[in-house]
């Protein structure tokens, strides 16, 4: 097994586990491009909390 493809992997579960958890899991979109658009939304929050947080 690749390290350091495995610890990217572990990285970004951390991620989902994170947005789930205080941004809510799930996708209230019923179309694909408004899903996406809430999956991205919800990234760009989950990056301005971490920066606001970690300066």
């Not at 941004?23 to 919800?42: P, Q």
Request: charged share 30%.
């Amino acid at each position: 097994m690749d390290s350091d493809r495995y610890h990217q992997r572990s990285m970004s579960e951390t991620v989902f586990s994170s947005i789930k958890r205080t941004l809510c899991g799930a996708v209230r979109a019923r179309n694909w491009w408004l899903e996406f658009r809430e999956i991205i939304l919800k990234a760009t929050v989950y990056n301005l909390r971490r920066s606001v947080r970690y300066p």
